[in-house]
Antibody, heavy 119, light 107 residues
């Protein structure tokens, strides 16, 4: 059974940093891309970033480019999202999701971790 | 960037109703479209991928169609557990984008 477990969320002041982790199990981790999707309170889904299975390719939404960095450690079956220069508008539940190889959609999701940016 | 619009944004329906949600892309995306269901406080769940392929384990009352710029998600007979918000997502090119969502509520 595929499982994705996010951690690292919490309260941080504007301008601060936070690192989210996504621990995966139940599939051949290095064969699949992993993405982060966020959802601000009461709002819709927003794609944030995706990393390829090897880690060699990364993609970012314009809203986080230059501030967030996605990476992965295939020896630990874990993906990270380093978030710097955080803003109030980054407040959201952050989900990690496994990317299907062929169609590219997200076929399994974690339960999410809440990031609150506030002074 | 490819923009997605969904209609309607809100839908009130009864158990047993046939429900159709439309997703339109600002440019052609072939069949690179997925549909997700999200219930309050829960993670999204994949329903349909490649515009019309039913994800394993999803009831057959859900179906998807379309290609290019216009897509539909149909629920043939709405069940109590189907009251939720539905999102489309394009995977044709980065940045990946989601539609704004359609909330299906009980009439």
């Amino acid at each position: 059974e595929v499982q994705l477990l996010e951690s690292g969320g919490g309260l941080v002041q504007p301008g601060g940093s936070l690192r989210l982790s996504c621990a995966a199990s139940g599939f051949t981790f290095s064969s699949y891309g992993i993405g982060w999707v966020r959802q601000a309170p009461g709002k819709g889904l927003e794609w944030v970033s995706t990393v390829s299975g090897s880690g060699g390719s990364t993609y970012y939404a314009d809203s986080v480019k230059g501030r967030f960095t996605i990476s992965r450690d295939n020896s630990k079956n874990t993906v990270y999202l380093q978030m710097n220069s955080l803003r109030a508008e980054d407040t959201a539940v952050y989900y990690c999701a496994k990317k299907a190889r062929a169609a590219g959609n997200f076929d399994s999701w974690g339960q999410g971790t809440l990031v609150t940016v506030s002074s | 960037d490819i923009q997605l619009t969904q209609s309607p944004s809100f839908l009130s329906a009864s158990v047993g109703d046939r429900v159709t949600i439309t997703c339109r892309a600002s440019q052609g995306i072939s069949s690179y479209l997925a549909w997700y269901q999200q219930k309050p406080g829960k993670a999204p769940k994949l329903l349909i991928y490649a515009a019309s392929t039913l994800q394993s384990g999803v009831p057959s009352r859900f179906s998807g169609s379309g290609s290019g710029t216009e897509f539909t998600l149909t629920i043939s007979s709405l069940q109590p557990e189907d009251f939720a918000t539905y999102y489309c997502q394009q995977l044709n090119s980065y940045p990946v984008t989601f539609g704004p969502g359609t909330k299906v509520d009980i009439k």
